[in-house]
């Protein structure tokens, strides 16, 4: 019988917590530990929900986990990571891995001196419609990758999302690494260029909520994206991806939060599309769990985190700059 | 282990075939199927024997259990073979073509101590437990009205058996069973059915099925089963109560569409990838199935509501035939 892997949740800060919290429930191998956070009132009722220990002080929690799960806000993503490491713990991050070029390398770097690993929290390569389109870009079905028009158009989240010092941006750094990895896992090829143009207009607040980006891979494809948070409170699912997929020999077209049931409640005022598909989430934290087991990378790691990021930091600095600008290069 | 003899080599013994490929704790070990060349390609994949006669292979494997995916109008010759070896049988939909089979298998089943666990997959497909668990939850209220529709190319089978309704059943015994057992294992028995039928056998083969059920408990059910349709296989399912609507359409909840260029080119073309963007509704209900027989799982499915289905389908097929509303007697 091998002992199950303890996994700490550190922060319920954001909103994927819970998803995160109950795969941990039903994984095997697996048992969720505790959860930290730097605000009792938010952590505790979390922890107290799960039936598992609250642990105000970090330094006290290292003794009960041999990994962690950061959901934390996205500036404080390094910080929580760096002292995971210091304490030889794995570390599963929420997306964006982190706010800069230079916290998202400093994160690797972490890990690869402490010899822990370090994933990064991209559910859809474990979402079968996105798996099911990569087998067929893979097995040629569309013969030679064209052009990519993607979405990850959303809700706009609560909270700490909307504040720049804690988010480190709004719907761009936040709606443009899920595709972003996705592109480059689809694609095997690395960004090259980035052009945005980005707005604050839908709601009017301190982080952008709009933006359309087009981004350039090395080997000549060309993707538009748009991130924008632009699903009002009464659209019937939190938002979507999907990505049309145009080749030499014909196009594929991914839906892929298209499983649901739609439901039309008596007694409030609009639908909701309740999901039918496969759990994305737990795959992905099961992955992350026997990547620790099986001493192997996880699906996404630390370093796929960075490369998305720099996607959407480019998408940032050609909106300053008003022009195109070359993705970060790659480090180390 | 459990050890599976397979009779059929067909479509839906080939659907078994590559299911029981992924679930664990099971071991084919045995298939029977008339093509001696498909019949051993089949089981050399899956590590088993193969053979053209079913007596033969349940004398010389002893599997545990045998399942029956042989045309209808054998099922029950089939299964009584089984059983007078002992075996626990799974078998295809619909159990039989006439309520005097069914019965008879139901009670050499329970003559035998062996379970009888028949294959309505529909109970299995992740859209299908969706709503149901809405309707559990109480998110429609109580149920009013129940319309369900099934449309899929005019199948053939071997020898052309699918055409011949009096070994297939015919659209209502094979098709709108799926969706009468639905309807009678949620909302609960019928009190009276009625149904048309549009058939041709020129220019092409066409046949709709077209039935209204009053269930005892009030509510009605609209059931549409279409052989020879031109868009690719469908379903779609509507639920009303006091207390909402929840729908799914097959089509518009695809994830993935493929629209590709007709002509492979002078490469030889490309062979087309498996395009399955859900789990395999065959694969998790004979996984089900192995855990009831495994004595872990009570099963999902008994063979009485089979039967019940089947008395339905006969009726709406009666109804079809004389142009008049079928009364159902009590415990049909």
Redesign the interface.
């Known amino acids: 019988m091998i002992m199950p892997l303890r996994v700490a949740l550190l922060s319920a800060a954001h909103v994927h917590a819970g998803a995160y919290a109950e795969a941990l429930s039903h994984i095997e191998g697996a048992t969720f530990a505790a959860v930290w956070d730097d605000q009792a009132v938010r952590g505790r009722p979390f922890a107290a929900k799960y039936t598992v220990p609250f642990q105000p002080n970090l330094e006290d929690l290292w003794a009960d986990c041999d990994a962690v799960i950061i959901t934390a806000e996205n500036a404080r993503h390094r910080a929580l990571c760096e002292a995971a490491c210091a304490v030889g713990k794995h570390i599963l991050c929420e997306k964006p891995l982190a706010i800069s070029q230079e916290d998202a390398e400093a994160m690797v770097a972490a890990a690869d001196s402490a010899g822990v690993i370090l994933g990064t929290a991209f559910p859809m390569r474990h979402s079968l419609p996105a798996r099911a389109l990569r087998r067929a870009l893979r097995a040629g079905a569309v013969g030679e990758v064209l052009a990519i028009r993607a979405t990850n158009r959303g809700t706009m989240p609560p909270g700490w999302f909307r504040e720049p010092a804690l988010a480190g941006g709004g719907a761009v750094i936040d709606h443009t690494v899920h595709v972003a990895d996705l592109l480059r896992w689809y694609l095997e090829d690395e960004p090259e260029v980035v052009q945005a143009e980005i707005s604050h207009g839908l709601h009017g607040g301190a982080v952008d909520d709009a933006a359309f980006l087009t981004i350039t891979f090395q080997g000549g494809v060309v993707v538009t994206h748009d991130p924008s948070w632009s699903r009002p409170p009464s659209y019937p699912i939190w938002g979507d991806i999907t990505m049309e997929v145009a080749g030499t020999r014909g196009t594929l077209d991914l839906n892929a939060f298209s499983q649901n049931i739609h439901y039309y409640p008596r007694h409030t005022d609009h639908a909701a599309w309740l999901p039918w598909g496969a759990n994305a989430d737990q795959a992905m934290v099961k992955d992350f769990v026997e990547a620790v087991r099986e001493g192997r990378p996880p699906a996404a790691t630390g370093r796929d985190g960075e490369r998305a990021l720099a996607v959407a930091l480019a998408a940032y600095e050609s909106a300053r700059a008003g022009r195109p600008v070359t993705v970060a290069p790659l480090m180390g | 282990m459990i050890r599976v003899g397979l009779a059929g080599t067909g479509s839906m013994g080939t659907v078994h075939a590559n299911a029981y490929r992924d679930i664990p704790g099971v071991a084919v070990v045995g298939v029977v199927g008339r093509d001696q060349g498909r019949t051993a390609t089949i089981a050399s994949s899956l590590n088993a024997h193969p053979y053209t006669d079913l007596e033969v292979m349940l004398r010389m494997e002893k599997p545990d259990v045998l399942d029956c995916a042989f045309p209808t109008f054998l099922h029950r010759t089939v299964v009584e073979r089984g059983l007078a070896h002992g075996c626990q049988i799974i078998c295809e939909k619909p159990l039989a073509l006439t309520v005097e089979d069914a019965q008879a298998m139901i009670t050499a089943a329970r003559a035998a101590g062996a379970r009888l666990l028949v294959g309505q997959v529909v109970r299995f497909f992740?859209?299908y437990?969706?709503?149901a668990a809405?309707l559990r939850g109480g998110?429609v209220?109580t149920p009013v009205t129940l319309a369900l529709l099934r449309q899929g190319a005019y199948p053939t089978g071997r020898d052309t058996w699918f055409r011949d309704d009096a070994r297939s059943g015919g659209v209502f015994v094979d098709l709108m069973l799926h969706d009468l057992d639905w309807a009678l294992t949620h909302l609960g028995p019928a009190e009276r059915i009625y149904a048309r039928l549009v058939s041709r056998r020129e220019p092409v083969w066409f046949a709709q099925a077209m039935a209204t059920v009053r269930h005892r408990s009030g509510a009605i059910s609209q059931v549409a089963a279409t052989w020879g349709n031109h868009r690719g296989f469908l379903t779609s399912i509507e639920l009303a109560g006091?207390?909402?609507?929840?729908?799914?359409h097959s089509h518009?909840?695809?994830?993935?569409?493929?629209?590709?260029?007709q002509t492979p080119?002078e490469t030889g073309g490309?062979?087309?990838?498996?395009?399955?963007?859900?789990?395999d509704p065959y694969r998790t209900e004979l996984a089900h199935f192995i855990e009831v027989l495994a004595g872990r799982a009570e099963p999902l499915v008994v063979a009485e509501q089979s039967l019940a289905a089947l008395v339905l389908a006969l009726a709406a097929r009666r109804s079809a035939e004389t142009g008049q509303v079928v009364s159902m007697e009590v415990g049909e």
């Open positions: 992740p859209e437990r969706r709503i809405a998110a209220g006091d207390g909402g609507l929840v729908r799914h518009e909840s695809s994830a993935l569409h493929s629209y590709l260029a080119d490309v062979s087309l990838p498996n395009l399955a963007a859900s789990e």
